[in-house]
């Protein structure tokens, strides 16, 4: 669970779906922490070929330039932060553990969360 939501994980590490569910005798401390680690958060991990994980595939080939936000990005994020109704209640609520925090940019660029 992440933030009280359950969700599956798709991978294409078979080596990890593997040490899910082989007997933990077998496991180095180390190997032992990282799955304690993965299993905090979901033990629903599945097996996806590394092809059909488009969004995955996507994040990992994607060119710096291609990333690289402009100036008139930062400003049209900003407003439209400060006018999402969903987004003004995350801030003005204290019901959730989600910290959020304003973050100044460099070079005048207005705050953005």
């Not at 009280?4 to 401390?29: M, W």
């Not at 990282?34 to 299993?39: A, E, G, K, N, P």
């Not at 994607?62 to 402009?70: A, F, H, L, V, W």
Request: charged share 25%; net charge neutral.
């Amino acid at each position: 669970m992440l933030e009280g939501r359950t969700f599956v994980i798709y991978t294409d590490q078979k080596p990890l779906i593997y040490a899910f569910h082989q007997n933990s005798e077998k496991c180095s401390p180390r190997q032992l922490r990282h799955l304690d680690f993965i299993s905090q958060f979901s033990t629903d991990i599945r097996y996806t070929k590394g092809s059909d994980n488009t969004s995955a595939d996507a994040l990992s080939r994607i060119e710096i330039d291609k990333i690289s936000p402009t100036v008139s990005y930062f400003k049209e994020f900003a407003s439209a932060q400060s006018t999402d109704e969903e987004l003004q209640q995350l801030l003005s609520s204290n019901n959730s553990s989600l910290k959020i925090r304003k973050q100044h940019f460099p070079l005048g660029h207005p705050f953005v969360l």
